[in-house]
């Protein structure tokens, strides 16, 4: 019987990906599925472990729509450790499927609950110690950099930008201008970065001290030590943890800058577009919604501009009209538009790729 894999390329890809670093992890240590969990208690963790269904393959004869089509499955059995991150219980479950080489509908799936080895007892121990050192770091740095002391450290240095210097918006120390230069300015994210580890050492010590293996990738997610290691869907998987630092803005209305840090080898932090606003609208939105957000202060697109380029085109047409081109450096004009006779302009701000990323409208150069 001529048989075949039902499986889509996308899939074989990732189960590819998954199994090398499964099979590099599984020839030096006993690898468990996890999920870390805060509500789970006895009666529920099993169905938290059937989640992790172990895969099926399934083989079929090319006449699929024959009289003698036949269809047969089989699977692997795999063991989940749940781990209830607030009570510190474990359990293990091992999961097979019984009626192995019928189809996939018949494909029962059986769990039996197990004994949890001292070795990956204590490395889950370790493991809800790191998590929640990580989210205790993460707070303290989210409230330090909601300080008054700590914000009034971020306005923009006027003696080392010319631009700036001879704004007109006196923007230097504006809300705003704090909130840009934490999500774009890179020495202001590096230093933001490095104290989120720091945190992380003062509450925990050196992660690399603890783990041998750590990995995230967009498959998944393990950790290892001796001879054990988890292994875990990243949704399930509660790793990352934030940065919320709000800028208080009754003007321009407020502003917020967060950003999702994980850690691996070492700390990886992104801004979060759906939480980051600018005069209240998040920068998902702003991104996905490229309409003109009417009429925003001065020092918005001032100090936008400063970190991502802009192009400025005006609504008349004749020959005295405002187009240009993408740059960064440019200040809205305090005497242009909005009088009589007067207009404004659109502000179309692009990615470092040359993507639109939103449009603003608000006074010319």
Not at 70 to 98: F, M, P
Not at 174 to 185: G, V
Not at 201 to 216: D, K, P, W
Not at 283 to 294: D, G
Request: hydrophobic share 35%; charged share 20%.
């Amino acid at each position: 019987m001529n048989k075949y894999l039902l499986v889509s390329s996308s899939v074989v890809a990732a189960v590819l990906t998954l199994t090398k670093v499964a099979t590099a992890e599984a020839s030096t240590r006993k690898m468990y599925d996890l999920e870390l969990c805060y509500t789970c208690d006895a009666s529920t963790a099993e169905s938290f472990a059937k989640k992790y269904l172990p895969a099926l393959t399934c083989y079929e004869n090319e006449g699929v729509f024959d009289r003698d089509y036949i269809q047969e499955c089989y699977s692997d059995t795999k063991e989940v450790s749940i781990i209830n991150a607030n009570s510190k219980q474990k359990w293990l479950y091992r999961l097979w499927h019984a009626n192995q080489g019928g189809v996939s509908a018949e494909m029962e799936l059986l769990s039996q609950i197990l004994p949890v080895p001292d070795h990956a007892n204590a490395l889950a121990d370790e493991l809800i110690k790191s998590y929640d050192a990580w989210g205790r770091a993460t707070t303290k740095v989210s409230q330090e950099y909601n300080s008054s002391s700590m914000q009034s450290t971020l306005g923009i240095n006027t003696s080392t930008s010319r631009q700036q210097a001879l704004s007109e918006n006196n923007c230097e120390n504006e809300a705003i201008t704090r909130a840009a230069i934490l999500a774009f300015d890179e020495r202001t994210r590096t230093t933001l970065r490095r104290r989120a580890e720091n945190a992380l050492i003062e509450e925990y010590g050196s992660l690399r001290a603890a783990f041998e293996t750590t990995r995230v990738t967009q498959f998944g997610y393990t950790v290892g030590v001796g001879g054990v290691g988890f292994t875990g869907q990243v949704e399930y998987v509660p790793r990352r943890r934030m940065i919320d630092i709000k800028f208080y803005d009754a003007i321009n209305g407020n502003h917020r800058v967060v950003y999702n840090l994980e850690f691996s080898n070492d700390i990886r932090m992104d801004l979060n577009k759906d939480m980051t606003t600018f005069a209240g609208v998040s920068v998902r939105y702003l991104r996905e919604n490229p309409a003109t957000l009417n009429q925003v202060s001065n020092c918005v697109l001032e100090t936008l501009n400063i970190y991502r380029k802009a192009s400025v085109k005006s609504s008349d047409t004749s020959d005295g009209a405002i187009d240009l081109p993408p740059a960064t450096g440019r200040y809205p004009s305090r005497n242009s538009g909005g009088g009589v006779g007067g207009e404004f302009c659109t502000w179309t701000f692009y990615d470092p790729w040359g993507e639109v990323l939103f449009e603003m409208e608000g006074m010319c150069p």
